[in-house]
């Protein structure tokens, strides 16, 4: 079989990797995702038993009827924020004392006993479509969407009363309840629109109201008899979802209107000034009692404010607000707080400049640390990412102990079962769970092929750890071992990788060399595992030296890096992968500059296209997917975080934007984009190929249809690596 087919077949190899974890409040039992092999696309949940190291199905989706193909609009849309693109249970929810889980299949409603042997899962009489259910800390009850209304149904009734109630449901046109905005989801990090109380006695919800948002529509020519969906877009400059935040009671107690429905109490910030309500969460009053907190930002993004609020009242009160002369990142994980209630947050130091993580004021994280989020908080213990500023590639969990005063990064015994392996500590990926002394770790390296999942007993002492692993089912690669060249590429020490073929030695024939860039912020592409490189591996088969530079703009560097582009999203991103070529031809000699291609995705798309025709004497063809040409085109959060508004900065986007530069095309130039795609709409294409007609300019136009943002049709996956080889290849011949 090969490679594009095994990979998509495989949707790049995670089909059969455990995920999305969770951990027993003893550390005996976790509980996580799994296909059943490296191509079963129907998910599982599992149970993994610590001691003895072995885990069973707990729900089987195929056992349930599951139809992937019929899925309710809110859940297909919830799945494209997430870039989801499995299938069966792709998520799910436990409550506090891991008894029970939740889930939702083709739209149904089910839940599985997590105690005793031998529990079936059963399904709830819920209001289908469901869309996103969450059971309670308690596990009693279970709240979840359907059609914009949020619903609450009992689990623990008798089968014949179960107790579904409306909670509170759309009061008006293009007005929801519970779920996120296209924004929120999208660049925000906030997937979800409720939150149960630790007490289960409310809910937080967020109300939507998208009746001044702008409508777009996204067709399918190749299906003419279907009707266009219509879709809330918000771009730069327009106008955003009015969203709301309200609490209601839930239980026994509070009050209540005379049609049996909860009274809301509305948290009132203000939102004229900060419109964005980016987290949503809840922690215990110094009273013990629950209180809702919140991160909201304004327009510009230059400030984030920290508020709590009376879930009674709605009452909201100020604990901190942070601000920046550029733009105030939001950070994973954060605001979260330890079991004595001390805030754990993620800020700016003021002498260096770079963030580092806070519990109640103080830091905990090392300065020369790059902190990239909080993972989680259990009692007294945070368990944070980061890398060293000097390898930005390797991506460490620390785990801080506030009782035992504990502050180290994480090791992981080696394959095998002796704890005296090599513990690997140096180098590759890392995510995780923590709860208690129980640590599940996650971990890729250059040193071997996938993930392993380790998970650890006594994690937060300093000795032996006893350990067992959850094994990956992915199937390995059909390529040989990446062979990786990494260096800090010329003056501002670029993070770069060059990609060759396992079979080249330099005393052959001089290689094209393919530029592989992501470029922009929030995606990192220089790291230290195996898995990061397998398609630059088959590129670099074909006959290709694949070049990967992360310039500025990317994470992992610095802050001051990252907010280099700032009112310039090309100049300072095109100049670094130029620099990183002619590093890369000084110290490879049989690098053929004379030859040299790019691809790219999203904004490896626009950078793509933005380097044919701003350099052509650099690059001499390009392969542009998904590209955003015109910014002015792309979402009000992201956009105006680095640009501005069009009508406040409009050289910015001026300076940002390609379809002015259409004419100077002189270079192969192949587009390629989903006529679904409602991330980067097709308009992106469509405008610049009618631009580079207008301008007599020859190019290759290539729309998928059906699909979205993230082509994750095996064939289509497969065809597109073909297609751009072909037309790489031969765009890149030479004299």
Not at 572 to 599: K, S, W
Request: with cysteine.
């Amino acid at each position: 079989m090969s490679f594009p087919r095994q990979q998509a077949r495989t949707q790049r190899f995670t089909i059969g990797v455990p995920r999305a974890f969770q951990i027993s409040p003893d550390g005996q039992r976790v509980a996580f995702l799994r296909g059943r092999d490296g191509v079963d696309t129907g998910t599982c949940l599992w149970v993994h038993e610590t001691e003895a190291g072995t885990e069973s199905v707990v729900a089987d989706p195929k056992a349930l009827g599951a139809d992937d193909e019929n899925l309710p609009p809110e859940e297909r849309a919830r799945r494209e924020r997430l870039r989801e693109s499995g299938g069966g249970i792709v998520s799910y929810t436990v409550d506090d004392a891991f008894t029970r889980a939740v889930f939702t299949l083709s739209g149904r409603l089910f839940y599985v006993d997590l105690v005793g042997d031998g529990a079936a899962p059963r399904e709830l009489p819920a209001v289908t479509p469901v869309v996103d259910p969450r059971i309670s800390p308690a596990g009693d009850r279970v709240a979840y969407v359907s059609g914009g209304a949020v619903h609450v149904i009992d689990v623990s009734a008798a089968e014949a009363d179960h107790g579904d109630r409306v909670i509170v449901e759309p009061d008006g046109d293009h007005v929801s309840w519970g779920l996120a905005e296209l924004v929120a989801a999208e660049e925000m990090g906030r997937y979800r629109g409720f939150w149960w109380a630790p007490d289960g006695s409310s809910l937080a919800v967020t109300r939507v109201d998208e009746s001044a948002v702008n409508t777009w529509y996204v067709s399918d020519p190749g299906r003419p008899h279907q009707e266009p969906t219509a879709l809330r877009y918000p771009p730069a400059g327009g106008v955003n979802a009015d969203v709301r935040l309200a609490v209601f009671p839930v239980g026994s107690a509070g009050a209540y209107r005379r049609d049996g429905r909860p009274s809301p109490a509305w948290v009132e910030w203000d939102r004229d000034a900060f419109p964005y309500l980016a987290t949503v969460g809840w922690t215990s009053g110094p009273d013990g009692n629950p209180t809702v907190v919140l991160t909201a930002q304004d327009r510009g993004q230059r400030a984030l404010a920290l508020l709590s609020a009376d879930p009674a009242t709605g009452l909201v009160a100020e604990v901190r607000t942070d601000t920046d002369d550029v733009w105030v990142e939001l950070m994973p994980g954060v605001p979260a707080h330890t079991g004595s209630g001390e805030l754990v947050w993620i800020a700016r130091e003021s002498a260096s400049g770079e963030r580092r993580v806070y519990v109640g004021g103080a830091p905990v994280s090392p300065s020369d640390v790059y902190v990239r989020g909080v993972v989680d908080v259990d009692g007294d213990r945070v368990l944070y990412t980061g890398s060293p500023v000097e390898n930005p590639g390797d991506v460490s969990l620390w785990l801080v102990d506030l009782a035992t005063g504990l502050s180290a990064p994480v090791e992981v015994p080696g394959h095998g079962s002796s704890l005296d392996a090599d513990p690997g500590a140096h180098g590759g990926l890392r995510s995780g769970r923590l709860r208690g002394d129980t640590l599940v770790v996650q971990h890729r390296s250059m040193d071997f092929a996938g993930v392993r999942t380790v998970v650890l007993r006594n994690a937060g002492t300093e000795t032996r750890r006893a350990h067992s692993e959850i094994p990956s089912l992915a199937e390995t690669p059909d390529l040989p071992e990446p062979r990786v060249e990494f260096w800090r590429a010329g003056e501002r020490r670029i993070p770069t990788a060059l990609v060759l073929p396992s079979w080249y030695h330099d005393d052959l024939r001089r290689l094209p060399v393919l530029v592989a860039p992501y470029g922009g912020p929030h995606a990192q592409r220089v790291l230290n595992a195996r898995g990061a490189y397998l398609t630059a591996q088959w590129y670099a088969e074909q006959g290709f030296a694949v070049l990967i530079a992360d310039g500025r703009g990317t994470p992992g560097i610095g802050v001051e890096w990252e907010q280099a582009v700032h009112l310039d999203l090309a100049e300072p991103v095109l100049e670094d992968q130029v620099e990183a070529l002619r590093d890369a031809a000084a110290r490879f000699p049989f690098l053929d500059t004379a030859r040299v291609g790019i691809h790219g995705w999203s904004f490896g798309g626009f950078l793509a296209a933005l380097a044919v025709l701003r350099r052509p004497d650099v690059f001499h063809a390009a392969v542009a997917g998904a590209p955003v040409i015109d910014w002015a085109l792309y979402d009000t959060h992201y956009t105006e975080r680095y640009l501005g508004t069009p009508g406040g900065n409009p050289e910015a986007y001026e300076r940002s934007s390609l379809l002015e530069e259409a004419a100077k095309l002189e270079r192969p130039l192949m587009m390629i984009h989903g006529l679904a795609d409602d991330n980067v709409a097709f308009a992106h294409t469509q405008r610049m190929s009618s631009a580079l007609m207008a301008a007599g300019r020859p190019h290759t136009v290539l729309p998928l249809s059906g699909v979205t943002h993230s082509p994750s049709d095996p064939t289509v996956a497969e065809n597109l690596m073909l297609l751009q080889v072909e037309f790489l290849k031969g765009n890149l011949r030479g004299e």
